[in-house]
């Protein structure tokens, strides 16, 4: 049975109607990317600086979450509406939830920061970081406000 979901959004100028089946496109395209090199290439040329930024900030209040940090706190660190933070606890705490099994195997954030250090890694991600930037276009989004 073919399924014909077809799911609007208004990210952009213009409103766009995707279905299950680009979606299932999307996900076959993202399980191609084997390595940490290719997922990080591949996320910088398909994703604005903009959805970076919120991406990155879901998966951090997840973390968050996980770490039993209470609304208001994630509010204050992330700047996230209690509406986005509830969305993110209803799928963290549902039954067989794969972003929380996710985040059990990655850990927390902050688990994740100490280990890093530890190991050396933040030159060589800085450094990779910075020259995708510079090759495609020398975009300003990791600046503070």
């Known amino acids: 049975m073919k399924k014909n979901y077809r799911i609007k959004t208004t990210a952009g100028k ?3 109607q995707w279905n299950y089946d680009e979606f299932l496109y999307l996900i076959h395209t993202l ?6 090199k290719k997922i990080f290439n591949l996320f910088i040329d398909i994703h604005t600086p903009k959805e970076i930024s919120e991406i990155i900030r879901r998966v951090h209040i997840a973390s968050m979450l996980q770490d039993n940090k ?15 933070i509830t969305r993110i606890h209803q799928k963290f705490f549902r039954q ?4 929380s099994e996710i985040l059990s195997q990655a850990g927390s954030f902050e688990n994740f920061l100490k280990k890093r250090v530890q190991i050396g890694q933040q030159d060589w991600l800085t450094k990779m970081m910075d020259r995708a930037i510079y090759k495609r276009g020398g975009w300003l989004w990791m600046q503070k406000p």
């Open 14 to 16: 213009r409103s766009y």
């Open 31 to 36: 399980t191609k990317a084997k390595d940490f």
């Open 70 to 84: 209470t609304y208001s706190e994630i509010q204050e660190l992330t700047n996230a509406s209690s509406g986005t």
């Open 96 to 99: 067989k939830s794969v972003l």
